[in-house]
């Protein structure tokens, strides 16, 4: 027997002999990736494993004997392959290293698979030479403390192995912990940094709404203002328009007035030029302009009657009517005291009332209006029939006085003819002069060429000789 017992417990599974060309590792016969429980029961090696193993060591090429130094060798070169390894692995990320692991495992599975079914192939051929195996146990007795010595040593380096392993995984699993406190740490600072943030736009937006609430009373204060300015001006409005009116009324008669003055002026002014032949004419029309002037006299006193009464009316309904606004006004002003001491729910009945108020107010005022616009309708009916009889006599007048021009257009006319007779007899006369003179002075040209030429036939004729 190899360990003197009927079953041993391994530590670990980084046990190596040597049997063939290369050493063999006792953990390769096992599944590395088994659970933790499947792992401590095949972790015992039965009599009939052992003695497997021991066969697999007696096959050698012609020596049936061990070979640790070889083992001691390929023991040292793993062992700086595998430190080479943890100085590479030492800088990989850790999820690498995990993933380099697991490959490692997988490689390690397939080769102890491989292992394991040439295992199994020898060991058919192994049944075929039993003495064999009977001299490799005769071997394995003699070298048993040597190989006991050995697998002592193997088994402490591998608990050194696995405690070094231990430790590495213990801190970085610390160095993930404090990795994941120090996240869990800025998490939390930054949503105490966001919960400020946030607390900070909620002030700030209660301030701003507490401004906003602000300007909205201050623009309904605003609002208020406006309104009873716009009552004031309004009832300034309403004056304005009275006073135009009562103006516009004077500048009409004024203008009637004085168009009818300019009219007695140029009336006055053509009698002035034709008094000689119109003076019966000229005495009617101041007759006419008399009576016409006694009319109207009699007329401006009935319309000044009228304006009188007229002003006396308007100025007690505009007595009324500030009566009235200076209610309308008490009673908003009260209203809206009213409404500024009550509650936000009552501000809408508030101003459903104002609202039906301001309709009251307002078919009272177009009320008045009506009776106002009929009565000035009346009045402008009134005065447009008494413009229309002034216009007729007017009319009438101007009708005589284009009879008169026309008659005097004639007049002008014929005496334009007899001018134009005048002018073309004076025109035939001077033609009949011009005519008379170029023969006499024709005449007298024949003389004067008459003398020329006899002066000239006695200068040309010789003197008579004297007896």
Do not use: W
């Amino acid at each position: 027997m190899l360990f003197g017992s009927s079953s041993f417990p391994l530590v670990d599974s980084n046990l190596y002999i040597t049997g063939k060309d290369l050493p063999l590792r006792i953990g390769s016969f096992f599944n590395c990736n088994d659970s933790s429980s499947s792992r401590r029961h095949s972790s015992r090696l039965t009599l009939e494993d052992i003695s497997e193993i021991e066969k697999l060591k007696a096959l050698d090429h012609t020596k049936f004997s061990l070979r640790p130094p070889v083992a001691e060798e390929d023991f040292e070169e793993r062992k700086a392959k595998a430190a080479r390894e943890k100085a590479k692995n030492a800088t990989l990320p850790l999820r690498r290293r995990d993933d380099l692991q697991e490959l490692r495992t997988r490689l390690m599975r397939i080769d102890s698979e491989k292992d394991r079914k040439d295992i199994f192939e020898d060991r058919e051929n192994e049944l075929f030479s039993n003495s064999i195996l009977k001299k490799a146990q005769e071997a394995e007795d003699e070298n048993r403390e040597e190989v006991r010595a050995m697998t002592n040593i193997v088994l402490k380096e591998a608990a050194a192995e696995r405690q070094r392993l231990q430790q590495e995984l213990e801190e970085s699993l610390e160095n993930e912990r404090l990795l994941q406190i120090k996240a869990a740490q800025e998490s939390e600072k930054e949503k105490l940094a966001k919960m400020r943030m946030q607390e900070e736009m909620i002030k700030q937006q209660i301030a701003e709404r507490r401004l906003k609430r602000e300007l909205e009373l201050a623009q309904r204060e605003k609002e208020r203002e406006m309104i009873l300015e716009q009552m004031e001006v309004l009832k300034l409005q309403e004056e304005i328009a009275k006073k135009q009116k009562a103006e516009n009324a004077k500048q009409l008669r004024l203008e009637v007035n004085a168009r009818n003055q300019i009219l007695l002026q140029e009336k006055k002014e053509r009698e002035a030029l034709e008094l000689l032949e119109e003076a019966k004419i000229v005495a009617y029309q101041q007759e006419k302009i008399r009576r016409e002037k006694e009319l109207e006299e009699k007329k401006k006193e009935i319309e000044n009657a009228k304006l009188k009464s007229y002003k006396f009316i308007c100025d007690k309904r505009d007595q009324q009517i500030d009566q009235l606004a200076k209610l309308d006004a008490l009673r908003a002003r009260r209203a809206m005291a009213e409404r500024e001491r009550a509650e936000r729910a009552k501000e809408e009945a508030a101003a459903a009332k104002q609202r039906e108020m301001n309709e009251a107010l307002a078919a009272v005022r177009q009320q008045q209006q009506q009776q106002k616009l009929l009565q000035l309708a009346a009045a402008a009916v009134s005065e447009k029939q008494e413009y229309e009889r002034v216009a007729a006599a007017q009319q009438q007048l101007a009708l005589a006085e284009l009879a008169k021009q026309q008659a005097a257009k004639q007049k002008r006319m014929q005496h334009m003819q007899e001018l134009k007779k005048q002018i073309q007899e004076r025109y035939l006369q001077i033609e009949k002069i011009k005519k008379t003179q170029l023969q006499e002075a024709e005449e007298l040209r024949r003389a004067e060429e008459e003398n020329k030429r006899a002066i000239e036939r006695a200068r040309a004729s010789p003197p008579n000789p004297k007896p």
